[in-house]
């Protein structure tokens, strides 16, 4: 059974899922959230003796540790799960307050979010924030390289997202 915390985030206004919902309908919904209930909501990857995280939203800020961040959302209790998928609140701050020696969060090289446009990557000590496409239709992807993180991008094409067309 799909948690009822789950369904409401998809669906959620904020979200932009009222339109989800109104495209998929309830079963719709309640068919693609069994699929993301056993999806990972925080991806590690172990890449030549750099650990990168991934989260779609961001880690909030009140995590300071990755080991400890990894710790404290196993409850995965709906702020949590809010937080690190949909919150643009440790964005905000990050690109508000971004400095050259930004506080990095330990035990792990590099955090990797989307979920917020951005023309070029948002750099906040090791978090990266690389959702470019909905900005300027280019898609950025990051690869380690020598134990640095460094960006490509696809240039926008006849397939890529047009945020005035919609797809």
């Known amino acids: 059974m ?9 669906v959620g ?41 991934v989260v779609h939203g961001s880690v909030p800020l009140k995590y300071t540790d990755w080991d400890d961040f990894i710790v404290g959302t196993k409850a995965l209790d ?6 690190c998928l949909w919150s643009r609140d ?11 020696n930004a506080p990095r969060i330990a035990n792990v090289d590099y955090v990797l979010s989307g979920h917020t446009a951005v023309d070029d990557p948002l750099i906040y000590g090791n978090r990266i924030w690389i959702d470019s496409q909905y900005n300027t239709g280019d898609l950025t992807v990051a690869t380690i390289q020598g134990g ?17 067309r919609g797809w």
């Open 148 to 164: 640095k993180m460094r960006y490509m991008r696809r240039e926008k094409d006849a397939y890529s997202f047009d945020k005035h």
């Open 78 to 83: 709906s702020d949590t799960i809010e937080e």
């Open 90 to 100: 440790t964005f905000d701050f990050c690109r508000k307050n971004n400095v050259y």
């Open 2 to 10: 799909v948690k009822p915390n789950v369904i409401g985030i998809i």
């Open 13 to 53: 206004s904020k979200t932009g899922g009222d339109k989800t919902l109104n495209e998929l309908g309830k079963i719709g919904v309640q068919f693609f959230c069994q699929y993301l209930n056993n999806l990972p909501m925080i991806i590690e990857v172990n890449h030549r003796n750099t650990k990168v995280g």
